[in-house]
């Protein structure tokens, strides 16, 4: 038992120690653009967590309940939990999405009155709206998966993801193609995309 635990459970810790690490290298890229850029970023990141907590809260959900439904041989219904997680997935993102594009600047004024930092986080505010829909996906497509016990694939492709595409993107986005602050999260929001539909795709199939 402890082994299945181990099989089942290290690659869950594996990916998010992986996932956090190249994140953190990410935020020092970030940090190279100056002050400003990295009080824009704080400001952005505080404003995706009101959307990743809610979808790693649906993700744990959808997990219980696919694991509980394939353990019963119940297949349609892991299906249909699994579409349920996608729909309120996609309301929160959604919601939240409406935020970002109709009120960018006074959701920055939260963090900062800076005028730059306005600037910039509303900039990436933008980008935001359409990262935290392919995030939510992936984290309810995650779940999913966890509850079926599928947990070493999915790591592989974060870990692949992240180390092999994610990171030299944001390089080259930032800093070869001199796009900066907006370049390296636009690096983000592609790899955040390519996880999800493979995340999706891997469930389903």
């Given at each position: 038992k402890q082994r299945r635990l181990i099989r089942i459970g290290?690659?869950?810790g594996g990916q998010w120690t992986l996932e956090m690490l190249s994140f953190a290298i990410f935020l020092v890229f970030v940090a190279r653009f100056g002050d400003v850029a990295m009080a824009a970023s704080q400001a952005f990141m505080a404003l995706l967590s009101l959307s990743f907590m809610q979808a790693s809260g649906l993700g744990i959900a959808v997990a219980t309940l696919i694991g509980r439904y394939i353990g019963s041989g119940q297949l349609d219904a892991a299906e249909k939990?699994?579409?349920s997680g996608m729909v309120l997935a996609f309301l929160i993102a959604g919601s939240l999405?409406?935020?970002f594009l109709l009120v960018p600047d006074q959701l920055i004024r939260i963090f900062s009155d800076d005028?730059?930092?306005i600037r910039m986080g509303s900039?990436?505010?933008l980008i935001g709206a359409a990262l935290q829909?392919?995030?939510t996906f992936g984290i309810v497509a995650d779940g999913a998966l966890h509850g079926a016990g599928d947990t070493r694939v999915p790591f592989l492709a974060r870990f692949v993801?992240?180390?092999v595409f994610f990171l030299p993107l944001a390089w080259y986005f930032a800093f070869h193609l001199e796009g900066g602050l907006v370049g390296a999260w636009i690096a983000s929001a592609i790899h955040l995309f390519l996880l999800a539909i493979y995340l999706i795709?891997?469930?389903q199939s």
């Open positions: 290290a690659p869950i939990s699994f579409r999405a409406l935020l005028p730059e930092v900039s990436i505010l829909f392919f995030d993801l992240a180390w795709w891997r469930f």
